[in-house]
């Protein structure tokens, strides 16, 4: 049985959570690849809401191994929060598993994370401030601590030791291994059940018949190497690096789900060729309650881009979209489309700019879709149709799922769920 990743297909918050709980439902096996607590996905459950930051939101769902891939990175205190909340909600945990070769977030990485965007000021990527980046640049210097050294606390010791003998240079307040060390210790016995070799148990539920899904955080314009950089996250979202995050073979994927608002949404700094300008901006914001899950902080709101999607469709290998919060469209009368960018050369492109200078100068050009000025809780109204059977020409894509309100039920398949994952 082949895997489906879930991936984001604009700069994150599309809703992934939501239709990865909806999948879920009839998956065994749901897996994050990558990024930690810098996501945050919303599930509304039976009215209940519930926000996640590491684990996968299948756990919402009875019965489901939940996987903390390889691939992420984890704050073992927010982690352990996560987890002791769920429990209280009545949310069982016992099927998480969380991959030992994961990197943990040290408290240095959340000050040098914070640090380092006071130092950049104007310039800054405007991060999470949890301390994402310099996890990754740890792990890539080969200076990180994983998840597996919490399982010897002498190995841990000396591993603080190391670390800190260079990260205390960069610390207002040095820390001491020791101390450390002990503070730690009852995040690490809470965490040591937890830990697996998720890379074996995917592979093996795989070869077994079951359901796997993989879920990407963030989205693909924040991809590391493929985004808009540096006003990107510090991992790979897109849906190639699935398999390096969980440990399976590129040849166990075989259906990509883009998944992208209706509009779109950008939180942090860097170019936004779509984002709207005047008093529809804070309307849109307003009617799809844009604010950060993990930070608060308002969302940027733009028109749909046609560009954008038809790249994310490009490097993701996508072979389906769901579409989000369409109904937060429905008071418009008219709804612009981004088709084309025009370039600062005078040149008109459908496809994304490959340099820099070019995507910062971008201008968009619109189409101007008719609006459906009614609530979507039956079949889609006409004009609605039309603005999903746009998308779908526009990429020479198949939309398969649509939303259109905020709770688990509120989601059209146009061609039913048999088949989508
Ligand atoms: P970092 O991942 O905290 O380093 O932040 C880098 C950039 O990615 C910033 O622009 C963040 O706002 C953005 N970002 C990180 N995680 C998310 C997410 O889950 N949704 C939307 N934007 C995110």
Redesign the pocket.
């Known amino acids: 049985m082949p895997a489906t990743v879930i991936v984001g297909a604009q ?3 599309e809703g992934k959570g939501k239709i990865v709980d909806l999948l879920a439902q009839h998956s065994d096996f749901v897996c994050r690849y990558q ?1 930690g607590p ?3 996905h919303t599930i509304v459950c039976d009215g209940e809401t519930f926000k996640l930051h590491h684990v996968p939101s299948g756990i919402l769902s009875d019965g489901k191994i939940c996987v903390v891939g390889a691939g992420c990175v984890i704050d073992p205190g927010l982690l352990v929060e996560e987890i002791d909340e769920l429990e209280q909600r009545g949310v069982t945990t016992a099927g998480l598993r969380v991959s030992g070769n994961a990197h943990l977030i040290m408290p240095w990485h959340v000050a040098i ?1 914070s640090a380092s965007e006071r130092r950049l000021g104007k310039l800054q ?6 301390g ?2 310099p996890a990754y640049a740890d792990k890539a210097a080969r200076l990180g601590i994983r998840v597996q050294d919490i399982l010897d606390p002498k190995i841990l010791r000396q591993k603080f030791e190391t670390a800190l003998a260079e990260k205390n240079r960069f610390l207002d307040e040095p820390l001491e291994a020791g101390d450390l060390a002990d503070r730690m210790e009852t995040c690490a016995a809470r965490l040591r059940p937890y830990v697996a070799d998720t890379s074996l148990l995917v592979e093996r539920a795989l070869k077994a018949g079951q359901k796997v899904l993989l879920e990407g ?3 693909t314009l ?1 991809d590391l190497d493929h985004g808009t950089y540096p ?4 991992s790979n979202p897109i849906a190639g690096a699935a398999a390096t995050g969980i440990g399976i073979g590129p040849t166990r994927i075989e259906s990509v789900i883009g998944v992208a608002k209706a509009y779109v949404t950008r ?4 170019p936004f060729p779509t984002e709207i300008e005047g008093a529809d901006q804070e309307r849109v914001r307003e009617l799809g309650a844009e604010y950060g899950t ?1 930070t608060g902080r308002e969302r940027r709101c733009g028109w749909l881009d046609l560009v954008g999607l038809r790249f994310a469709a490009r490097v993701n290998g996508m072979t389906s979209l769901a579409l989000t919060k369409l109904d937060v469209l429905s008071t418009f009368a008219e709804i612009p489309v981004c088709v084309r960018y025009r370039l600062p050369d005078g040149s008109e492109t459908d496809e994304f700019p490959a340099h820099q200078s070019d995507f910062h100068h971008a201008r968009p050009i619109y189409e101007l879709l008719p609006g459906w000025e009614e609530p979507l809780d039956g079949a889609l109204p006409p004009a609605a149709q039309r603005y999903v059977e746009f998308v779908e020409a526009a990429l020479e894509l198949e939309v398969c799922m649509i939303g259109t309100g905020a709770d688990r039920e509120q989601v059209v398949t146009p061609r039913g769920l048999a088949g989508i994952a």
């Open positions: 700069w994150g918050d990024g810098n996501a945050g994370d990527i405007g991060t999470t401030r949890r994402i980046g955080a963030q989205g924040l006003f990107v996250t510090s939180v942090g700094e860097g993990t």
